[in-house]
Antibody
């Protein structure tokens, strides 16, 4: 069974930093590209970052470019999102989401990040 | 990228059919046969129900179908059931490993 389990969310002040993690199991992690997708409270889904299976290809949405960094450790079956210079508008549930092709086929349960003073 | 345009809400009675539209541009929906649809119940993670415009993942009932014409994709749910009540999001590949989602549509089963 494919499982993606996010962790690392929490409450922090504007300008702060946070590192999210996603632990994968039930599939060959090193063979799949992975994304981060977020959802602000009561709002829609927003794709924010993509990393290929070998980390050779990485892309970001304009809303997080220059502030967030995606990375992965295939030996640990883990995905990460380093978030710096956080803003109130970054408040959201952050989902780790596996690429099945040019689409997401599995989602984690999400981790909540709240940025507030 | 701008979000794809979906109706805020749709509704239907049990047994009826409903269609949710998703309008983009030639740079996303119209440019690729890579539209997917997700069902999200309150407090839960999204679930894939359609991918590559019209393909259904294993386990998704054939009541769910997808199509696309030019810059508009559609999700049709036939034989509505109470458990279909949820939010539905479309998503399109937008080139160079980027994706764009729709704003979401709340489906109410009357």
């Amino acid at each position: 069974e494919v499982q993606l389990v996010e962790s690392g969310g929490g409450l922090l002040q504007p300008g702060g930093s946070l590192r999210l993690s996603c632990a994968a199991s039930g599939f060959i992690f090193s063979s799949y590209s992975i994304n981060w997708v977020r959802q602000a409270p009561g709002k829609g889904l927003e794709w924010i970052s993509y990393i290929s299976s070998s980390s050779s290809t990485i892309y970001y949405a304009d809303s997080v470019k220059g502030r967030f960094t995606i990375s992965r450790d295939n030996a640990r079956n883990s995905l990460y999102l380093q978030m710096n210079s956080l803003r109130a508008e970054d408040t959201a549930v952050y989902y780790c989401a596996r690429s099945g092709g040019l689409y997401v086929d599995y989602w984690g349960q999400g981790t909540l990040v709240t940025v507030s003073s | 990228q701008s979000a794809l345009t979906q109706p805020r809400s749709v509704s239907g009675s049990p047994g009826q059919s409903v269609t949710v539209s998703c309008t983009g541009t030639s740079s996303d929906v119209g440019g690729y046969n890579s539209v997917s649809w997700y069902q999200q119940h309150p407090g839960k993670a999204p679930k894939l129900v359609i991918y590559d415009v019209s393909k259904r993942p294993s386990g998704v009932p054939d009541r769910f179908s997808g199509s696309k014409s030019d810059n508009t994709a559609s999700l049709t749910i036939s034989g509505l059931q109470a458990e279909d009540e949820a939010d539905y999001y479309c998503c399109s590949y937008a080139g160079t490993y980027t994706w764009v989602f729709g704003g979401g549509t709340k489906l109410t089963v009357l």
